[in-house]
């Protein structure tokens, strides 16, 4: 398993794509935000914590398809699966994998791009801590997501579809938690929940997808 | 006698063959004496006035639209512990329908808010989750249509189909904490006080039945469609063979 994850990482950081592409684009989405909504500053600092969540949340969708895709192409995945890694450690190394090289770099970056959306100084920790709260669960459900269509080509698109009314609570959470802390309001609720279902995800998904692998690879 | 010998393809047609047309009929039975009764017998609401009467066909849809999802995640089950081939097929068949469903909800909810509410669209609880169960459905047939293998096809939208309920009522109750709501609560809870007055109450149950009659025919009609173009399929790559 850690084998595993360390080639998925040198893999990402070597093969380029993956760790510098959902960085690069995080920052574009959260540039182009004000040439949207237009540049007051009271107008971007209340909506900063939301557009940094949904920017993070599509930049994590972008290398999802790529995790077991690749694996597939080359024919590297039945490999693996013949390893006597079960499938279900598989998709967590791959999550896992995945969250190291866009779910902590995002979260880090959040933070220097709050200033671009001039964000209360009171959001920065709570951006933070959401985000790295949170991301875990986008990338084990991304993940599940990705062995579901695995065996397809150009699932890319239907990738996002089936994946997107998953994020919807996550987001939810996340992004009402990062609120809330910004005004100083009460947080334990929101954030719990935030916790509880990146507890929950990590627990079962990886299940599930080691199950749905098995299936594609029949 | 046991309910797993309509497991069996060409008993489940030769039983449902006949009961689709008695179900269609009751269906449309059903609607019509629900909705005339409820169009054009029954009185204005004090504060609504004619809107009122668009709840007898909103509410039913909505309620099909959630029990059609509850009916695909139960033939799913099926699908996945016993491997009958039928339960997968009225899952299929039943997805476009319950997805008509919830797009009949949402759209006579938007022209009873525009109105009431003053809007279309209001980011409330209920249409929230709605849109969201929309989107749900929109996945899980994407995912069959994606998949050329039927088994495979089967095995992936049932495990999306478990996996989409749990995010689907996780959803639900964080859309509740998310946005306090313009949409009224139950008024047909059976234990409520306050609930819905008798004269719309009647015609309403006689639609609600007409609507489930309804969902009931679509779908065992549906579910001999697909059960029928599977066993074209293995005829034709039958006689295939033989040519070979």
Same mark, same amino acid.
């Given at each position: 398993m850690k084998a595993l994850l360390l080639r998925d990482l040198r893999l990402a950081i070597r093969a380029g794509g993956g760790f510098g592409l959902s960085l690069a684009f995080f920052l574009i989405v959260v540039v182009l935000v004000p040439f949207g909504v237009g540049p007051e500053s009271d107008i971007l600092s209340r909506i900063g914590p939301g557009i940094l969540w949904v920017a993070a949340l599509l930049a994590t969708l972008l290398s999802l398809d790529r995790q077991f895709a690749l694996d597939h192409e080359d024919g590297a995945l039945p490999l693996i699966a013949t390893s006597p890694l079960p499938l279900?450690?598989?998709? $967590? !190394?791959?999550? $896992?994998?995945?969250? $190291?090289?866009?779910?902590?770099? #995002?979260?880090?970056?959040?933070? =220097? #791009?709050?200033?671009?959306?001039? #964000?209360? =100084? !009171? !959001?920065?920790?709570?951006?933070?801590?959401? $985000?790295?709260?949170?991301?875990?669960?986008?990338?084990?459900i991304g993940t599940f997501g990705a062995a579901l269509t695995v065996g397809i080509r150009r699932g890319g698109l239907l990738l996002s579809l089936l994946v997107l009314p998953l994020y919807v609570p996550t987001l939810i959470f996340g992004a009402e938690a990062a609120r809330r802390g910004a005004q100083g309001l009460e947080v334990a609720t929101p954030l719990l929940m935030l916790a509880g279902i990146t507890a929950g995800s990590l627990a079962l998904l990886p299940f599930a997808a080691g199950g749905v692998l098995r299936i594609n690879l029949r | 006698m046991s309910i797993w010998e309509y497991a069996n393809p060409k008993k489940f047609i030769a039983t449902t063959t006949p009961v689709i047309p008695w179900a269609f009929g009751g269906a449309m039975l059903c609607l019509l004496v629900g909705l005339v009764w409820g169009f054009f017998l029954t009185p204005q609401a004090d504060r609504f006035g004619s809107t009122v009467k668009i709840i007898y066909v909103h509410v039913p849809s909505a309620m099909m639209?959630?029990?059609?999802?509850?009916?695909?995640?139960?033939?799913? /089950?099926?699908?996945?512990? *016993? *491997?009958?081939?039928?339960?997968?097929?009225?899952?299929?068949?039943?997805?476009?329908?319950?997805?008509?469903? @919830?797009? %009949?909800?949402?759209?006579?909810?938007?022209?009873?808010?525009?109105?009431? &509410?003053?809007?279309?669209?209001?980011?409330?609880?209920?249409?929230?989750?709605?849109?969201?169960?929309?989107?749900?459905?929109?996945?899980? %047939?994407?995912?069959?249509?994606? %998949?050329?293998?039927?088994? +495979?096809?089967?095995?992936?939208?049932?495990?999306?189909?478990?996996?989409?309920?749990?995010?689907? %009522?996780?959803?639900?109750?964080?859309?509740?904490?998310?946005? +306090?709501? /313009?949409? +009224?609560?139950? @008024?047909?809870?059976?234990?409520?006080?306050?609930?819905?007055?008798?004269?719309? &109450?009647?015609?309403?149950?006689?639609?609600?039945?007409?609507?489930i009659l309804l969902f009931v025919a679509l779908v065992l009609m549906r579910t001999g469609t697909e059960i029928r173009v599977r066993r074209l399929r293995a005829l034709e790559r039958q006689a295939q063979r033989a040519l070979a």
């Open positions: 279900e450690a598989v998709a $967590l !190394a791959k999550a $896992l994998a995945h969250w $190291l090289t866009t779910g902590l770099p #995002l979260t880090l970056a959040a933070a =220097p #791009l709050g200033v671009l959306l001039n #964000l209360d =100084p !009171a !959001a920065y920790p709570w951006i933070v801590l959401t $985000l790295g709260l949170g991301t875990p669960a986008l990338s084990v | 639209a959630i029990n059609a999802w509850a009916m695909m995640l139960v033939a799913s /089950l099926i699908w996945l512990i *016993r *491997r009958h081939h039928v339960s997968a097929l009225a899952a299929k068949a039943a997805a476009p329908v319950g997805m008509t469903m @919830t797009l %009949i909800a949402l759209f006579t909810g938007a022209v009873w808010g525009q109105p009431m &509410w003053g809007t279309w669209w209001a980011w409330d609880p209920r249409l929230t989750s709605f849109l969201i169960l929309f989107l749900f459905y929109l996945g899980y %047939i994407a995912l069959w249509e994606a %998949i050329p293998d039927p088994d +495979q096809a089967a095995d992936l939208t049932s495990v999306l189909c478990l996996v989409g309920s749990v995010f689907a %009522i996780l959803s639900r109750y964080a859309v509740l904490f998310w946005n +306090q709501g /313009l949409h +009224q609560g139950a @008024t047909l809870s059976l234990d409520a006080k306050e609930n819905i007055s008798d004269v719309y &109450w009647f015609p309403l149950l006689v639609c609600l039945a007409g609507f």
